[in-house]
Every structure is written in structure tokens, then in C-alpha cells.
């Protein structure tokens, strides 16, 4: 089962709300990570997580704030977004972080909608 | 200057022929992974061959095979058998050295097959 699943599939929030993306894996990976993707543009990396601690943040704003409560769950709590975050929220996880080329199972995405 | 290049925006196959998306990189590491990734316009990004620096032959699953040229800096991805269901956003992806887990995406080729 290479299976990552995120929800919501759809989410339309205003510019003072605080929201949360969630992404589940159940295959044992070590990795997750969050990328932002916005249209006809490829993925662009935001975070990733390594045994639940994170290891990289690619100077992503504030508004944004990762949580990796356990190996198999990722969150991403939003708030104060601007209509520019707009995009579609991809989740992945791989079997490990480092020492090794490991492939990213992605999950189908949150589309994001600020308004 | 650009990590990975893809330098064709879009491709048109017929069914059941065989078609070439174009990938080339830029790295002094030694040691890199590279990647072959669809995205259909659901959004899920869908992990399909996966290339090592080190690896002497080329990697093949299933309709997929990778033309991995390494002195040429080239990773084209080929597609027999083209079916309807291949139509989609094709991304090439590095990994560079093992020290790190960001994975770099080219800007894509739209394949479009048609009947």
C-alpha cells in the first residue's frame, strides 16, 4: 500500500480564519514533507520532517506552521493567509529523510482557496 | 542556473506509440538520484522511475524506461505504448547528494495523447 491521504480535498478560507491540513501515511516512512504548488508551476518544498522532528523549513512565512504529531500523521495550521497562498498543498513521505534515494509517495492534495 | 531542465513544454503522441520527454541536470555531486514523476489533472503526483548515479543500467518499469545518459548530464524519460490515460504533466526531479532531502523539480512537460 503506497497510500498518503490528505483532507480536506477542498478548502476555501478568508484571510482572518485558521484552518489545518492534515496527511496521513500508514506505510512505515520515516520522511513526510509539505510542498506548495501553484498552477502549471512544479511542486516548490515548504518543510520535511525526519523522525518527527523538522529538518528543513525553506524560509516558508510564519502563517504557516507545520506539526508532525506522530511518524504517521502531518498537519499544517494556517492562519493570516493571503490571497497568494492560493494553491494546491501537496503531502509526501518517503522511507527516509537521508542516507539513501528514496522515491516520495504524494498524496492527491488540499486545493486551497483564499479569499 | 537551472538544476533540471525540461525543455519541452508540450508533446503530442498517438495511442500505442512510443514517446520521448527530454530531461537534462546540472550537478557537480557524484552521488544523485533522479526522478520521474506524472501528474494528472487531478493534482496527485504519481511516482513512476527512479534513476541512481550509480547505476549502470537503465532503469525500467514496466512501459516506462529511463534513457539515462551520464556524461551528457541526460535522464529522458520513455513512454511505449502510449495510452489515453498517459496524458498528463510529467515532472524530472533530482536529489542531490545524500546529505540532503530536497527534491528539485524541472518546470514539466504537458503529454497529450490522443486516439
Known amino acids: 500500500d503506497t497510500e498518503v491521504t490528505q483532507t480536506p480535498k477542498h478548502l476555501v478560507m478568508g484571510m482572518t480564519n485558521k484552518k489545518s491540513l492534515k496527511c496521513e501515511q500508514h506505510?512505515?516512512?520515516?520522511?513526510m514533507y509539505w510542498y506548495k504548488q501553484k498552477a502549471k508551476k512544479p511542486p516548490e518544498l515548504m518543510f520535511v520532517?525526519?523522525?518527527?522532528?523538522?529538518?528543513i523549513n525553506e524560509s516558508v512565512p510564519s502563517r504557516f506552521s507545520p506539526e508532525c504529531p506522530n511518524s504517521s500523521l502531518l498537519n499544517l495550521h494556517l492562519h493570516a493567509l493571503q490571497p497568494e497562498d492560493s494553491a494546491l498543498y501537496l503531502c509526501?513521505?518517503?522511507?527516509?529523510?537521508?542516507?539513501?534515494?528514496?522515491?516520495?509517495?504524494f498524496g492527491p492534495g488540499t486545493r486551497l482557496t483564499v479569499t | 542556473a537551472q538544476k533540471i531542465t525540461q525543455t519541452q513544454p508540450g508533446m503530442f503522441v498517438q495511442e500505442k506509440e512510443a514517446v520521448t520527454l527530454d530531461c537534462t541536470y546540472d550537478t557537480s555531486d557524484q552521488s544523485y538520484g533522479l526522478f520521474w514523476y506524472k501528474q494528472p489533472s487531478s493534482g496527485e503526483m504519481i511516482f513512476l522511475i527512479y534513476q541512481g548515479s550509480y547505476d549502470e543500467q537503465n532503469a525500467t518499469e514496466g512501459r516506462y524506461s529511463l534513457n539515462f545518459q551520464k556524461a551528457r548530464k541526460s535522464a529522458n524519460l520513455v513512454i511505449s505504448a502510449s495510452q489515453l490515460g498517459d496524458s498528463a504533466m510529467y515532472f524530472c526531479a533530482m536529489r542531490e547528494g545524500v546529505d540532503t532531502d530536497k527534491l528539485i523539480f524541472g518546470t514539466g512537460t504537458r503529454l497529450q495523447v490522443f486516439p
Open positions: 509526501a513521505s518517503s522511507q527516509e529523510a537521508v542516507a539513501g534515494f528514496y522515491e516520495q509517495y
Open positions: 506505510m512505515g516512512h520515516r520522511a
Open positions: 520532517y525526519s523522525y518527527e522532528k523538522l529538518s
